[in-house]
């Protein structure tokens, strides 16, 4: 018999759609993949340069577990620069991955029952992850018309004394909504006068639209920056998904306990990679800005035409490169004589009839969405949605 936790773990739904997606294009069928959860640009150059440069100049032996000095210093200079954030290198673990850092950061909070308070809908890993550590997810329900945001009634109701963290995920994944400023304060006081951490995965800060702006917990009080683990990378803003390099910035003391637990799991994240985010993070930015401004131009215009087809409806994504789509009014219809029961088989039936991959929104917690990532070329989001569209005129 394996191990009874380990077995009721689900493998994540996201990869599993994209995976299929990708066998059946590599069956030489014209499938449209919205599934993507990573950036479709390459690495800039002067990353993958100095990659290479990195392996020549010998630099392919273990680091400290907790990353190098100078990519905690790059990392501890750009908190400063872009959110005025002073920490210390100590105060910084460098992962294989923002994911990574995650599991770190429960296997340094959790003790068997403690509560974390996850609003629905969530990016798939967090639950997992706080189960994998002896924790009790809680789901925080939202609405829709609210942004999908966490309010101060729902979390009063969901803390007890076994509640130990919040998890914070904005711009939000899947959602692509963000947090403003005062109700992000709001939630800091409520969980500074709680003793609750907040985990605040800031992953998705560079990709923000139009006046919208990100703010970190860490920034209001003395308190909430205590209670506050950073949790970022150089995936999505850098289109580095593939390097794995994720980091935190917490207490010293948070981040002496997850550099100890590294060190005996993973040691150090991958030498050569912690090169390259030491040249993403410390050279030029223009590269971010190109990739923001591509992604906008086709978050626009999929907002546009998705908002015209019928019964599906949606807000207007203010960061990430996620659309949250409500698929409500298909649900109950019928399609070639089957019936649509969930979000989950209106991607199976589009899968199948119209070849166009949708992430089902069962696994974020929200059946009757679905989730599209604009992470791909125009003409696959004018194909795809014209696919759709013909798929949903079909329903009956
Ligand atoms: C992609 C993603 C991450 C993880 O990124 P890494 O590649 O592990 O650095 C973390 N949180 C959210 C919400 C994400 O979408």
């Not at 550099?259 to 030491?278: L, R």
Request: glycine share 6%.
């Amino acid at each position: 018999m394996l191990s009874k936790k380990a077995l009721s773990i689900n493998p994540s739904p996201t990869m599993a759609i994209d995976s299929k997606a990708k066998e059946m294009k590599s069956q030489g069928l014209d499938v449209i993949g919205f599934g993507a959860g990573e950036p479709d640009f390459d690495t800039p150059e002067h990353i993958r340069e100095a990659a290479i440069k990195a392996i020549n100049e010998g630099h392919t032996r273990y680091t400290p577990a907790a990353g190098t000095p100078e990519l905690k210093e790059a990392v501890a200079a750009k908190l400063k620069r872009e959110n005025d954030l002073s920490y210390e290198p100590n105060q910084i673990v460098i992962s294989n991955g923002a994911k990574h850092s995650l599991s770190n950061i429960f296997t340094a909070l959790l003790n068997p029952g403690d509560e974390v308070m996850i609003p629905v809908p969530y990016w798939v890993t967090y639950p997992e992850l706080v189960s994998l550590n002896d924790g009790t997810p809680v789901a925080i329900e939202t609405a829709e018309e609210n942004g999908f945001k966490a309010t101060l009634e729902n979390l009063g109701k969901a803390t007890n004394n076994k509640t130990k963290a919040l998890v914070l995920n904005s711009p939000c994944n899947p959602t692509g909504q963000i947090y403003g400023e005062e109700e992000l304060r709001r939630i800091a006081d409520f969980c500074s006068d709680n003793d609750i951490y907040i985990i605040s995965d800031e992953i998705y800060e560079h990709l923000i639209y139009g006046d919208h702006r990100q703010t970190s917990t860490a920034s209001f009080s003395e308190k909430a920056r205590e209670l506050t683990i950073i949790v970022n990378g150089v995936s999505k803003s850098y289109a580095m998904t593939g390097w794995r390099i994720g980091y935190t910035a917490s207490t010293p003391e948070i981040a002496k306990v997850m550099s100890s637990i590294q060190s005996h799991t993973a040691s150090n994240p991958n030498t050569i990679a912690q090169k390259a985010a030491v040249a993403a993070l410390n050279g030029p930015q223009q590269c971010v800005e190109e990739m923001r401004i591509a992604f906008d131009k086709r978050r626009k215009y999929m907002y546009e035409q998705v908002t015209a087809i019928p019964h599906l409806h949606a807000l207007e994504p203010q960061g990430t490169f996620y659309m949250f789509v409500s698929v409500k009014e298909a649900i109950g219809k019928t399609y070639n004589g089957t019936k649509l029961s969930s979000s989950d088989n209106f991607a199976s039936l589009l899968l199948e009839n119209r070849k166009v991959a949708v992430v089902p929104g069962t696994g974020f917690g929200a059946p009757d969405y679905i989730r599209l990532s604009f992470a791909t070329s125009m003409d696959n989001i004018e194909e795809g949605l014209k696919r759709i569209n013909s798929f949903v005129e079909d329903l009956q």
